[in-house]
């Protein structure tokens, strides 16, 4: 394979699995971010309409946190609700998180494979100097790359947020699990629709710092680049 090809090929790779890299690493910071959960609560006023002590709250949450990491087997935990005794979720709120957690480890998989790729094509670059590599052009595309489908993501659910957060459920469930009931499963009160937004916004918030990062960190070696040259 000629190698202006094979760079080419290596190129257009990284430039595309880049943003789905920080994409899922933002995913997982706020997803596992335990004070992120505390602030959300306490924002829609969650304990007091769940008539449970936020401490209890938060240690339900813990375990659920837990058995997305695949550090728990099951959700199988009764709480204090209301003053009884009772178990946390619904047997409907433990089918779909099954589900879930699927996703989860799935997006873990592949977010790991992308970075042992970019380290992969990273060494290749660095040791085989007959193939050229402009690292300031590869940040710069890879960062608009990155931005241009999150803008288009950003505008579509602020038009219409629920329209697109059944869609999205609609692409990744097989299943109508996650059409909950608030009447009898907890999991769709503990995370109303607006903590889902919240959630949203606070990824791309993650995701578009990154990317600006990146943008200057091109912009640094692009003038560099040109001091060198012009010398």
């Given at each position: 394979m000629p190698k202006k090809i094979f760079r080419s090929m290596l190129y257009i790779v990284s430039v595309l699995v880049l943003p789905l890299l920080i994409?899922?690493?933002s995913m997982e910071l706020i997803t596992f971010n335990v004070n992120y959960y505390k602030a959300e609560y306490e924002k829609h006023d969650i304990s007091k309409k769940l008539s449970i002590?936020?401490?209890d709250l938060m240690d339900s949450t813990v375990k659920l946190l837990d058995y997305l990491?695949?550090?728990r087997k099951d959700l199988d935990f009764k709480t204090k609700i209301d003053?009884?005794?009772?178990d946390f979720f619904s047997s409907r709120d433990k089918m779909h998180m099954v589900d879930v957690k699927n996703?989860?480890?799935i997006g873990r998989i592949i977010r790991n494979v992308i970075f042992i790729v970019l380290l992969l094509i990273s060494a290749i670059f660095i040791y085989n100097k007959n193939i050229r590599f402009d690292i300031g052009n590869f940040l710069l595309t890879s960062s608009i790359v990155g931005v241009l489908p999150i803008v288009i993501l950003v505008i579509l659910i602020n038009i219409d947020f629920y329209k697109y957060f059944t869609i999205f459920h609609e692409i990744f469930f097989t299943n109508d699990l996650w059409l909950l009931d608030p009447n009898a499963d907890r999991l769709v009160n503990i995370f109303p629709e607006s903590f889902f937004f919240d959630t949203a916004i606070k990824i791309i918030m993650y995701y578009l710092i990154v990317q600006l990062v990146l943008f200057i960190l091109s912009?640094?070696?692009k003038y560099f680049?040109?001091?060198?040259?012009?010398r």
């Open positions: 994409l899922l690493t002590e936020e401490s990491r695949d550090d003053g009884k005794e009772q996703l989860f480890i912009m640094v070696f680049k040109k001091q060198v040259n012009a």
